[in-house]
């Protein structure tokens, strides 16, 4: 079956730390890669995407693609108590335009 | 900037009755979803859409129909709500031949 799997945490990090959020996928003819950042009772909002691997910086965060080993990482550098929010990581398992979500990681940022 | 509406926020009804869920978007985009959120489950995939009139049944669609007749809206429907559908519903939207979704607010249903 193909899936996508994260850590449910919570996992918590002192204001200043950098965050690490993994997920692994099942798909290897998986092409997009994706995380949102959902507080709660909101929406999901799209933080990241990445498409190749490497990483690909956008201000305090970085995204991390292995494809040989299907892993994908997000890094969150001097978290803030703001960042304290779930992040989902979704994956478009064989190479569909839709998207599986995983159930997603909390993360605390603790002040 | 992307914008996706739903109809309303919070929505009470029930059993038994017939729900309607509106969902608009305004970037031209082909592509539209439906999604179901629950604790524990994640998010579930409902139903979706590439083009106007053509719909796909997602990893639950058991219970629900949708439709769409313009393409800036899909709308989503419960034939005959249950208390077992109370959730929190979101609609998404993206382009066509990308997968990059973006996401509506949300509407909290519940059911009673």
């Known amino acids: 079956q193909k899936e996508v799997e994260q850590n449910s945490g919570p996992l918590s990090v002192p204001e200043g730390a950098i965050a690490s959020l993994n997920c692994t996928y099942s798909d290897r003819v998986s092409q997009s890669f994706f995380w949102y950042r959902q507080y709660s009772g909101k929406s999901p909002e799209l933080i990241m995407s990445i498409y190749s691997n490497g990483d690909k910086e956008d201000g305090r965060f970085t995204a991390q693609l292995n494809k040989a080993s299907q892993y994908v990482s997000l890094l969150i550098r001097d978290s803030q108590p703001s960042d304290s929010a779930t992040y989902l990581c979704?994956?478009?398992?064989?190479?569909?335009?839709?998207?599986?979500f995983g159930k997603g990681t909390m993360l605390l940022v603790s002040p | 900037d992307v914008k996706v509406t739903q109809s309303s926020r919070y929505l009470v009804k029930r059993t038994g009755e017939k729900v309607f869920l509106e969902c608009v978007q305004d970037m031209d985009h082909e592509n539209m979803f439906w999604y179901r959120q629950d604790p524990g489950l994640g998010l579930r995939l409902i139903y979706f859409s590439y083009d106007v009139k053509m719909k796909e049944k997602g990893d639950i669609p058991e219970g629900y129909s949708v439709s769409r007749e313009k393409k800036e809206r899909f709308s989503l429907i419960l034939e005959s709500a249950s208390t077992n559908q109370t959730s929190m519903y979101l609609c998404?939207?993206?382009?066509?031949?990308?997968?990059?979704?973006?996401f509506g607010p949300g509407t909290r249903l519940t059911v009673l």
């Open positions: 998404a939207s993206s382009r066509a031949g990308g997968a990059e979704q973006f």
């Open positions: 979704a994956v478009n398992l064989g190479g569909y335009s839709t998207l599986t």
